[in-house]
């Protein structure tokens, strides 16, 4: 099977096309995780999910700003999106969750999504993402049963 190196320091999670959809998705997943241990799910869990993920998006730009030359002052500026999912899950409920069910958790809320006005270009990225991943994969074309259409914003 053909596989695909992402870049350096990047997780497929930093491939993420729609934010809030995938924050709703790590809160949903960090729910599922305590309702399956018995745990009690912890108060303000989507407010801390956002702040978390700010401050991560924070260090994330400083980092890419900097030169590649020079070296990150701390070694948690190079963390990926994937590596902050499971701290945040860490940090706030205090175990692990899983990224199977966090991408499946995404999938199912995008599908659930209607395109939004500032959805649409995202979904020109998410088209062009999903073309560039089937050449590099050889994946043969199929005929999907339905189309998405991003009409022009008018």
Not at 94 to 113: N, P
Not at 132 to 143: D, G, N, T, V, W
């Amino acid at each position: 099977m053909a596989t695909h190196r992402l870049p350096e320091g990047r997780s497929i999670e930093d491939l993420c096309l729609f934010e809030d959809e995938f924050l709703q998705a790590v809160e949903r997943t960090l729910i599922g995780a305590c309702e399956a241990e018995s745990k009690k799910v912890p108060e303000g869990l989507e407010e801390n999910i956002r702040k978390s993920w700010d401050a991560h998006k924070t260090l994330a730009n400083k980092a890419e700003k900097r030169s590649k030359s020079e070296k990150p002052e701390k070694e948690e500026e190079k963390k990926t999106a994937g590596r902050w999912f499971k701290d945040v899950a860490k940090e706030l409920i205090d175990d692990e969750a899983s990224k199977v069910v966090l991408a499946r958790t995404y999938a199912e809320i995008c599908r659930e999504t209607s395109p939004s006005p500032a959805n649409r270009e995202r979904l020109k990225d998410a088209k062009a993402l999903c073309s560039e991943i089937a050449e590099k994969l050889s994946i043969p074309a199929l005929r999907a049963s339905k189309t998405i259409e991003v009409k022009p914003i008018t």
